[in-house]
């Protein structure tokens, strides 16, 4: 990795999508969490739908690449 790489790690939980930016120092650059909805048709029963969860990790990195913009650090910037 050069200094001009982020990895960005998806966390997909029981109620939300939870995103984060990575430098190769392990500086965690920008964070976003984007919760989606469950169904509980039945008693006992939970059920999501891929499409949300979808929905909500395009969202998070969405949100996550405009923190690194408002901080400087996107591509408008050059840092990366």
Do not use: F
Request: proline share 6%.
């Amino acid at each position: 990795m050069n200094g001009r790489s982020l990895a960005v790690a998806l966390d997909l939980g029981q109620s939300s999508v939870k995103a984060i930016a990575i430098d190769p120092g392990g500086t965690v650059r920008a964070r976003a969490t984007v919760p989606y909805p469950s169904a509980t048709p039945h008693r006992g029963w939970v059920e999501q739908g891929p499409d949300d969860w979808w929905a909500a990790a395009c969202a998070a990195i969405r949100e996550c690449w405009a923190q690194l913009e408002r901080e400087g650090l996107g591509l408008a910037a050059g840092r990366w």
